[in-house]
T-cell receptor, first 114, second 113 residues
């Protein structure tokens, strides 16, 4: 069974703090993704990574950065948290050598920025 | 510009009846379409998919239909069960972009006993 884990289920931070969200997958997947989920907006892609040290901007990268130093780990960084970054953050991974493979999601981190 | 749209934010169905969830898309470069199911406080889980070269895929109680000319797909659940109550996301995979998915807004399905 594929397992994608996220470092925290719930997180409360203050405006201006630097926030790290960690994601780890155990299936040797090449590609990893960070999304945020907001009511009425669905899942929106923030950043994704094809390989170690590789990253690509998604649809809403502003205010975020990412780091992928090891294949199994993909970190999302909020350099200076703002209240409009309060959201559910979801990490996913996929094994693209199998054309029909889907994305496997972690349980999510509910981030509140006060 | 929303490339994948689910225009119904919610749907309520009686147990045992059919649930039909709809999704529209605008981009002809999508090669796969997927449905994910999400319970509160959990990550989405994959439910069923369909290749853009097919028009139907069935897996147990779940069937996905694809109408390419109308750029429309639908998920049918028959018979609906209370455990099916969740948010359902339609997603489209972008051809040759490393598995990148574009998601719809989601439809919250409630199946009443």
């Amino acid at each position: 069974d594929v397992k994608v884990t996220q470092s925290s289920r719930y997180l409360v931070k203050r405006t201006g703090e630097k926030v790290f969200l960690e994601c780890v997958q155990d299936m040797d997947h090449e590609n990893m993704f960070w999304y945020r989920q907001d009511p009425g907006l669905g899942l929106r892609l923030i950043y994704f990574s094809y390989d170690v040290k590789m990253k690509e901007k998604g649809d809403i990268p502003e205010g975020y950065s990412v780091s992928r130093e090891k294949k199994e780990r993909f970190s999302l960084i909020l350099e200076s948290a703002s209240t409009n970054q309060t959201s559910m953050y979801l990490c996913a991974s996929t094994y693209v050598r199998v054309s029909t493979d889907t994305q496997y999601f972690g349980p999510g981190t509910r981030l509140t920025v006060l | 510009d929303q490339q994948v749209k689910q225009n119904s934010p919610s749907l309520s169905v009686q147990e045992g009846r059919i649930s039909i969830l709809n999704c529209d898309y605008t981009n002809s470069m999508f090669d796969y379409f997927l449905w994910y199911k999400k319970y509160p406080a959990e990550g989405p889980t994959f439910l069923i998919s369909i290749s853009s070269i097919k028009d139907k895929n069935e897996d147990g109680r779940f069937t996905v239909f694809l109408n390419k000319s109308a750029k429309h797909l639908s998920l049918h659940i028959v018979p609906s069960q209370p455990g099916d109550s969740a948010v359902y996301f339609c997603a489209a995979r972008v051809y040759n972009q490393g598995g990148k998915l574009i998601f719809g807004q989601g439809t919250e399905l409630s199946v009443k006993p």
